[in-house]
């Protein structure tokens, strides 16, 4: 249990008490965030701020395990699955919550484990799907896409710019393409593990 496989199990860590945040009724106390027309309950602020620190420790055990040689089989296998939970849980918090619409989240978690089960199968033939140039993409937008919609669009909020529906559904096109490149440049895995 080296320090990069430390930092991806606390990510997963984060996950409950995210999700406790965002979900638990805290509208007695205390009071939300008003400033003009925005609105923020603090502990969806908290909430926000606990998503982006788990999302930030992503790239950084990463560098860690590469940087350091610390690369493990343990670390391939709970990374990857670390970001699907983390992803999967916001976005169904956030369709519980009215925030995001089912068929995004649908697609996007959907893209997360066929790109995972592919890479499930590269590993039985003893080989590496790295990832793609589209993959770390929309990765970011991701992230940026749920923490607006975890900070209600602030800022865009003020200057009445729905950023977070733009970005939400930039994150799910960018995800389906993504997804497609991925299966399309490892066709052969699937053909050879067929064979």
Request: net charge neutral; proline share 4%.
């Amino acid at each position: 249990m080296n320090l990069p496989n430390r930092i991806t199990l606390a990510r997963i860590c984060l996950i409950p008490i995210m999700m406790f945040f965002l979900l638990v009724d805290f509208s007695f106390y205390p009071e939300p965030i008003h400033w003009g027309s925005f609105q923020l309950s603090i502990n969806h602020l908290i909430a926000a701020v606990i998503f982006l620190l788990a999302a930030s420790t992503d790239g950084i055990d990463g560098y860690i395990a590469r940087k350091y040689n610390m690369v493990t089989n343990l670390g391939k296998l709970l990374d990857p699955l670390a970001d699907k939970l983390l992803v999967s849980a916001v976005l169904i918090s956030l369709v519980e919550l009215g925030r995001c619409d089912s068929w995004i989240a649908i697609v996007i978690i959907s893209r997360e484990f066929a790109v995972t089960g592919l890479r499930q199968v590269a590993l039985l033939e003893g080989k590496v799907v790295a990832a793609s140039k589209w993959g770390k993409i929309k990765t970011v937008i991701q992230i940026v896409a749920i923490s607006l919609l975890l900070l209600n669009n602030f800022p865009f909020q003020f200057v009445s710019i729905p950023v977070d529906d733009i970005a939400i559904w930039a994150a799910a096109i960018i995800t389906i393409y993504s997804g497609i490149d991925y299966f399309v440049k490892n066709k052969d895995l699937l053909q050879l593990h067929n064979a």
